[in-house]
Structure formats: C-alpha cells, structure tokens
C-alpha cells in the first residue's frame, strides 16, 4: 500500500537508475556508436555485411537503453521498519513483522553469478499495488512454512550492499540466509495477471 511516511534517515538506500546508468552506458555508447558508423558505411558503401553490423548495433544499444529507462526510476531502502520500493514520489512499506522469511538466492549463469532477494510474507500479498506487484513470484516454497507467493527482486549488481543491509536491518529469525537455485528459477513466471519485469 502507498505510504505518505519515508525511510529514516539511516536507512540503507539503493538507488537502481544510478548503478544501471554506470553498469550501462558505456554498452550504449559503444553499439549505438558501432550502429551510426555501420549506417554511415552502409550509405556510403551500401554493403550487405555493414549493414547487419549496423543493425546488431543499433538493437543492442537500444536493449541496453531500454534496461536503464525501465529501472531508473527505482530506489530501495532497507531501515529498522522493513523494505521500501520507492518510485517516481511514491513509496511502499513491506514491515519486517510482515513477513515469515527473508534471504538472497543465487545461481550461476555462465561465469557469472546472479543473485535475488527473497521476501516471504506471513499471509496474503498484495497483487494490486503499483510498485510491488512486478516483484511477485509464484514459486515452491523453499522450506516448510514459507509460502509459494513472495517478492522477488535482482540484486545481481547489488548482491553485497543487499548482504550488508539484511544483516544489519533484518530480525534475524527471518533470516534464512544465502540458497543456491537451479538457474531453471530465473525463468519462473510471475503469478498471473501480473506485469513481469522488464514489460
């Protein structure tokens, strides 16, 4: 639900448009430079072969523009009340007591590894809110007593601030920790009707 109230001033704050600009950017700059370079070429030369790279280019950088614009307006915050998503002047609560599990999943893509933060409420979600529901993911239960619904947010470029702030900030009897996943549960939709990110 909406909250008029804000994170206290010693929450931890992650500001997502920020990191994914500098993660981004020189991707952007780079193959829309290969693109406008390739168009160049292609009207000069016309080559067929000049012209795919100018293409790749081209759709590439405005697939990494697109992943800055979808999070840039992103900011979350972990303090002693609970977990805020906060976006474009709104912001939302998920209280600590709210919840009945809280920990980092993470599983290997290539050499790389990817890391998302689990929260598991206690009782019903709440599928209709503006700024939570492309977070929630419908999922088997990683322990008795944990529920299936829960939101899911990737923290891949953020995994040791994330670390860092649940242990300082969440009770620890929620606490389940760091679980390795199959790779097969980044693939995992979202609970019907609901908008997936990146959509």
Known sequence: MISDRRPDPDATVVRYGLRWLLWTLPLVLLLGGVGVLGLLALIDQGFHVVALVCLLGLVWAGFALRTVLR????????????????????????????????????TRVGRRLVHTMELCP??????????????????????????????????????????????????????????????????????????????
């Open 71 to 106: 999070w840039r307006g992103l900011v979350t915050a972990l303090d002693a009340k609970g977990f805020w998503v906060l976006r474009h002047g709104k912001a939302v609560l998920i209280p600590w007591d709210s919840l009945a599990g809280i920990g980092l999943y993470w």
């Open 122 to 199: 206690r009782g019903d979600i709440d599928d209709d809110d503006p700024l939570l529901r492309e977070f929630v993911r419908d999922t088997a239960p990683l322990r008795e007593g944990l529920p299936r619904l829960r939101y899911r947010l990737d923290v891949r470029h953020f995994f040791s601030v994330y670390d860092r702030a649940l242990r300082r900030w969440a009770p620890p009897e929620l606490w389940f920790g760091r679980v390795e996943q199959p790779r097969s549960y980044l693939r995992q939709s979202a609970t019907a009707g609901l908008t997936r990110p990146g959509q």
